[in-house]
């Protein structure tokens, strides 16, 4: 499975956006998927995710509240809405895919390459 997410950039505080992440293989529907943030000098964290077959979902407390995952299964592409953007949530932004519902970023088997989200105050 392959993995690319688009999307990011530069907003202001305040401004939303939305993350794509595309992937390949005919079996997108089998897997949970994740978004991870890493800011800079940071650890990588959970985001939020998103099960098989949606609606089911979960985010950090950062997030909750602001951010909404969805999955389209029939366009194999899994979206981050992301509202009321602060600075600190300036990071990279990954999606991931994994066999297993977790917040743990070594769950997760299939890894994006990110997508930049800045967001200035």
């Known amino acids: 499975v392959q993995l690319q997410a688009s999307g990011g950039g530069l907003v202001q505080a305040g401004d939303s956006l939305r993350l794509s992440c595309a992937t390949s293989?005919?079996?997108?529907?089998?897997?949970?998927m994740g978004w991870f943030r890493q800011a800079p000098g940071k650890e990588r964290e959970f985001v939020g995710a998103v099960s098989r077959s949606s609606p089911s979902t979960d985010y950090a407390d950062s997030v909750k509240g602001r951010f909404t995952i969805s999955r389209d299964n029939a366009k194999n592409t899994v979206y981050l809405q992301l509202n009321s953007l602060k600075a600190e949530d300036t990071a990279v932004y990954y999606c991931?895919?994994?066999?297993?519902?977790?917040?743990?970023?070594?769950?997760?088997?299939?890894w994006g390459r990110g997508t930049l989200v800045t967001v200035s105050s």
């Open positions: 293989g005919r079996t997108f529907s089998a897997y949970v």
């Open positions: 991931a895919a994994s066999h297993v519902w977790s917040h743990r970023p070594d769950s997760y088997i299939y």
